[in-house]
C-alpha cells in the first residue's frame, strides 16, 4: 500500500471511530476501523507512531477512548456468540472459542504473561490469589490462568456488560469455583481483595494511575503486573511508566518486551522487601 493509500486508510478508520454513535462489532463500519487500525498498528507501527504525532492531544485521547470502547464491546458481542454456541445446560470449552477473530493470538499471549509474571512471583500455583483488572467480557487471560494452575482470581470490569457476560462464560467453562466477577473501576478496592500474590492490571485501568496509586497502601498485592502497549498499539492502549508505582513504594523488577507481535510489553513491580523465589 503507498504511503497516501496508507494516510487516507488512518484517517478514514479514525474519523469512523470519532463520529460513531455504536461501537460494537453490530457497525460493521466501526469493526472494520477497530480491524484496520490494529492491522496498522502492528504491520505499519513506524507509520501510525507518526500520525499520531500528527493528531491533536483532543483527538488522540478521543480516538485510544473510542477505541478502548470498541474494544470492549467487541468482546461483549463474541462473548455473547460464544455462549449462545451452545444449549442452555451444555458447557463452553476452548473449542466453541474459535469462533472469536484474536483467539489465535491469545496462547502467544499467555505464555509470555505467565513467563513474564514467574520471573518475579515465582510459580503460579493453586495456592496463588489473583485481582485481574480489566478483565472483560472474554476474560481468556484469567481463564487459561485458572484451568493450567488451579489458582483463584477475583475479575474487576468497569462494564456492567462485561461483568454479566463474563460471569456467565465462567459458569459454563466449569471454573465458578475459582474465578469471581466484580463491578469495579480501578479506582476504590473491590470487597475483601486485600494482599492478593499478584495484581494484574490489563490495559484498559491504566489510565487512573495516581487512583491505583491512592489503593495500593490498602491493597499491598505483592506483585503488580501491568499489560503495557509499545510500537504503533501505543495509539490505541495507554501505557505505563517503569516508576508509575514508586511513590507506593512498588519498584520494576523487570519489563518483558513481547518479541513475538510487537504490539505490546509486560511491566512487573515488586516491593522491594519481597524475597526472591530461590
Ligand atoms: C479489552 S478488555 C479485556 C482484556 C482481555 N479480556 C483480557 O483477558 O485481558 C478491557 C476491559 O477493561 C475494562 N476497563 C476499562 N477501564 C477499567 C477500569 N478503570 N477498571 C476496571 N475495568 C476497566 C473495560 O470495561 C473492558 O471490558
Not at 464491546?73 to 463452553?92: H, N, P, R, T
Not at 476452548?94 to 509470555?112: E, K
Not at 481463564?143 to 463474563?166: H, W, Y
Amino acid at each position: 500500500m503507498s504511503k497516501n493509500e496508507l494516510i487516507q486508510e488512518f484517517n478514514d478508520a479514525s474519523q469512523v471511530l470519532l463520529h460513531a454513535q455504536d461501537l460494537s462489532p453490530q457497525n460493521k463500519a466501526a469493526e472494520k476501523a477497530v480491524l484496520s487500525l490494529i492491522d496498522m498498528c502492528i504491520e505499519n507501527s513506524e507509520f501510525v507512531a507518526e500520525q499520531s504525532q500528527q493528531m491533536s492531544e483532543h483527538d488522540l485521547l478521543s480516538l485510544r477512548r473510542a477505541f478502548l470502547e470498541a474494544d470492549c464491546e467487541m468482546e461483549k458481542y463474541w462473548s455473547e456468540k460464544i455462549i449462545q454456541s451452545v444449549g442452555e445446560d451444555e458447557a463452553l470449552s476452548w473449542d466453541n472459542f474459535g469462533i472469536y477473530p484474536w483467539f489465535q493470538d491469545y496462547p502467544a499471549l499467555y505464555d509470555f504473561e505467565k513467563r513474564a509474571i514467574e520471573k518475579t512471583l515465582g510459580p503460579i500455583t493453586e495456592d496463588t490469589t489473583i485481582t485481574y483488572f480489566g478483565s472483560g467480557a472474554l476474560p481468556i487471560i484469567p481463564l487459561m490462568l485458572a484451568l493450567e494452575t488451579g489458582c483463584r482470581i477475583k475479575c474487576v470490569d468497569i462494564n456492567d456488560g462485561a461483568v454479566a457476560l463474563s460471569t456467565e462464560l465462567i459458569d459454563k467453562m466449569k471454573l465458578s469455583d475459582k474465578i469471581s466477577v466484580h463491578k469495579g473501576d480501578g479506582i476504590s478496592i473491590p470487597e475483601d481483595h486485600n494482599k492478593p500474590d499478584l495484581l494484574f492490571l490489563a490495559n484498559a485501568p491504566l489510565s487512573v494511575e495516581d487512583a491505583l496509586n491512592n489503593m495500593l497502601p490498602a491493597m499491598q498485592p505483592k506483585v503488580i503486573f501491568a499489560r503495557s502497549s509499545a510500537g504503533g498499539t501505543a495509539l490505541l492502549y495507554p501505557s505505563i511508566s517503569e516508576d508509575a508505582f514508586s511513590k507506593s513504594g512498588y519498584k520494576i523488577d523487570h519489563v518483558a518486551q513481547d518479541h513475538e507481535h510487537g504490539t505490546h510489553t509486560g511491566l512487573v513491580y515488586e516491593q522491594p522487601q519481597i524475597r526472591k523465589p530461590a
